[in-house]
């Protein structure tokens, strides 16, 4: 063989390459940090197709940038229960037969939580408190506003309920609350006899879980629906400032932990937040319930300006039965929801839609509407929706 040696059998035997079989590679035979590093970046709307979320998961994600989810509350007449719904994916089998794939999915509340009618809410990193909710049924008349101190905590990563320390003073829905320099401050939504009491700002450390009475000699009434009809109490977390509006209104400065009168240059923001509007990357955002149109707030120019390419969403005319509208911010996009009443006359119902639009900011603020469709159908008697964006 020309002084090369001849093959043995057991290399005669030996398959080339060509014809080895294929091994399946599974996701399952990666080390395990290694695993958990590449689901954790899967996004948290597709953590219902996965067998098992578990706490390195969580501290693998909390490592990486949050992700704005959206929770929805909802509520019927006459209904006490809780619902609470998180926006989500539907499997890739299901995508086909809709035109965005999502949709929300209802989360397990306990029953002592009482209906959104007597609460305020707000968000903190991955946790959504729900303040002035009572802790008992018979403490919340389901005909009538009332007043709770209570506050309960939602973790939005395990889905768990927890009581977080009452409030020192009973409120209910038309109190605002916002997320501010480390603490929860709470204003308005008192009873009338606390209408002159200059404590009647809170402030809840979540550091030392304590509420302590904030002194502001500037505000010393907000809008209460007994005394000004359809007004209530509004803050706006804007600059690193604070700002609270009602029939007069304040500005917080951390820096120097005083309040001030609110000055001419942020008047035309007055108004804004008493209606649909929120805050993204500090920059003020108003949807124009009467042009229907967004907007953006100029500060340099103090004034309003439209949100440009704006283009294909549906018809929101006075006349196309849509009741309440909410934006939120989707992690620098703007999150639009809006509910819609179809009476057909026999299968009435009431749809929830949602539409997610990017924002570009340049000489003009531009937007652009990456998808939108109903994410949820339930009984036309579902009177309101409430919308929180909360970071997992």
Not at 300 to 305: A, C, G, M, Q
Request: with cysteine; hydrophobic share 35%.
């Amino acid at each position: 063989m020309g002084g090369i040696d001849p093959p043995h059998d057991e290399e005669m035997k030996k398959p080339s390459p060509e014809t080895e079989p294929k091994r399946d590679m599974s996701i399952l035979s990666l080390p395990d940090d290694l695993l958990i590093n590449c689901i954790s970046r899967v996004s948290k709307l597709y953590y219902h197709n996965l067998p098992r979320v578990s706490k390195p998961l969580y501290a693998t994600r909390s490592r990486l940038k949050a992700e704005k989810c959206i929770y929805l509350y909802i509520r019927f007449p006459l209904d006490p229960k809780t619902y609470w719904l998180t926006l989500t994916r539907l499997p890739s089998r299901i995508i086909a037969n809709r035109s965005s794939g999502y949709y929300v999915e209802e989360i397990p509340c306990p029953n002592y939580l009482c209906s959104a009618q007597s609460s305020t809410f707000v968000s903190v990193g991955s946790d959504i408190y729900n303040i002035s909710g009572a802790n008992h049924l018979h403490e919340c008349k389901i005909w009538k506003r009332n007043y709770c101190s209570s506050v309960f905590v939602l973790d939005c990563r395990t889905h768990t309920w927890s009581q977080a320390p009452s409030m020192g003073m009973a409120r209910n829905e038309n109190a605002t609350a916002k997320f501010f320099d480390g603490k929860i401050y709470v204003a308005g939504g008192c009873d009338e006899k606390y209408v002159s009491n200059p404590n009647w700002i809170e402030a809840f450390d979540l550091e030392t879980q304590t509420w302590d009475p904030v002194t502001n000699p500037r505000i010393f009434r907000l809008w209460e629906e007994d005394k000004v009809k359809g007004f209530e109490a509004k803050s706006v977390s804007l600059e690193g400032k604070l700002y609270i509006f009602g029939d007069e209104a304040a500005v917080y400065n951390p820096e120097d932990g005083r309040w001030l009168e609110v000055g001419k240059d942020v008047c035309r923001m007055w108004w804004a937040a008493t209606g649909c509007h929120c805050v993204i990357d500090d920059v003020f955002f108003l949807w124009d319930r009467h042009r229907r149109v967004f907007k953006w707030y100029d500060s340099k120019s103090d004034s309003w300006k439209e949100l440009s390419g704006i283009e294909g969403l549906p018809e929101l005319s006075p006349n196309s039965r849509v009741c309440q509208v909410k934006i939120v911010d989707l992690g620098g996009k703007i999150g639009f929801l809006w509910n819609q009443y179809l009476y057909t006359g026999t299968n009435n119902e009431c749809r929830i839609w949602c539409a997610e639009i990017t924002v570009e900011d340049g000489d003009e603020m531009w937007g652009k509407v990456e998808w939108f469709d109903y994410v949820l159908r339930t009984h036309e008697s579902c009177s309101s929706f409430h919308v929180v964006s909360v970071s997992v």
